[in-house]
Nanobody, 126 residues
Framework: QVQLVESGGGLVQAGGSLRLSCAAS????????MGWFRQAPGKERELVAAVSWSGGRRYYADSVKGRFTISRDNAKNTVYLQMNSLKPEDTAVYYCAAAARWRGFTPSANNEYDYWGQGTQVTVSS
C-alpha cells in the first residue's frame, strides 16, 4: 500500500503561482512513477504531468507545457508540481497518483495508476 497526501492548493489570481506537494508513505516511493491529475467540475479527470521513478523522464499535457514543472525528491518521498502563469481554466481539484514501475515511465491513463491521494483544490480567479 502507498498513502498519498497532497498539499499546497488554494486561491490565486490569474498569472500567479502555486506549488503542490504530494507526500508518500508506505511502500518504496522510488519504485513508482508519479502523476498529477486534475478534475474540473463536469469534466473528466485528466493527466497534467507525470515523472518516472528516477525522475529522468517527464510528460506534460499540452495545456500546461512551459508553465508547469513536475519534480520528485526520492529522499523525501515527495513529488511536486510547480504551477506558474496560472489561468482560470487551471481551476480544478488536483490529485497525485502512483503507478507501479512495470506500467512504464510515465503512464497516461487513469487506470494505470494504482494509488491516489484525496486531492487538493486549486482555484484561479480572473
Amino acid at each position: 500500500q502507498v498513502q498519498l497526501v497532497e498539499s499546497g492548493g488554494g486561491l490565486v489570481q490569474a498569472g500567479g503561482s502555486l506549488r503542490l506537494s504530494c507526500a508518500a508513505s508506505g511502500r518504496t516511493f522510488s519504485s513508482f512513477s508519479m502523476g498529477w491529475f486534475r478534475q474540473a467540475p463536469g469534466k473528466e479527470r485528466e493527466l497534467v504531468a507525470a515523472v518516472s521513478w528516477s525522475g529522468g523522464r517527464r510528460y506534460y499535457a499540452d495545456s500546461v507545457k512551459g508553465r508547469f514543472t513536475i519534480s520528485r525528491d526520492n529522499a523525501k518521498n515527495t513529488v511536486y508540481l510547480q504551477m506558474n502563469s496560472l489561468k482560470p481554466e487551471d481551476t480544478a481539484v488536483y490529485y497525485c497518483a502512483a503507478a507501479a514501475r512495470w506500467r512504464g515511465f510515465t503512464p497516461s491513463a487513469n487506470n494505470e495508476y494504482d494509488y491516489w491521494g484525496q486531492g487538493t483544490q486549486v482555484t484561479v480567479s480572473s
